[in-house]
């Protein structure tokens, strides 16, 4: 979802909107800067450069599903405005669920980990 939420914050960047402003300034000062750098100086690129730029990414995630709580709102059919809401906090157990998931409190990871051959 970073690609999107870069799109989607240029966008409202391009509109005006300050909150897209800020999170598409902080995705390319922090990210975007290091790909002509890592091109220059032919260093190898590390997955914790991206760390910088996550809380331009969350908060641009935050702001579409925020947008998107407040359109299914404002919606006459209740049906629609009920799947919006299920939808958004459907998106939001499914994080909190992956999340928890994926820390090592669950022995899956270190299963995993030893059914790989190291030699």
Partial sequence: LVIP?????TVLAR???EVGLFGVSWFAL???SWIPLSLITDRMSYVFYFYPSVGAVCLGLGWAVSAFIDRGRNLEAVKLRRLAFAAAVGYLVLHAALLVFLTPLFDFWVSLQMAVPTG
């Fill in 5 to 9: 939420t870069a799109v989607l914050m």
């Fill in 30 to 32: 922090t990210y975007v």
């Fill in 15 to 17: 509109r005006g909107n």
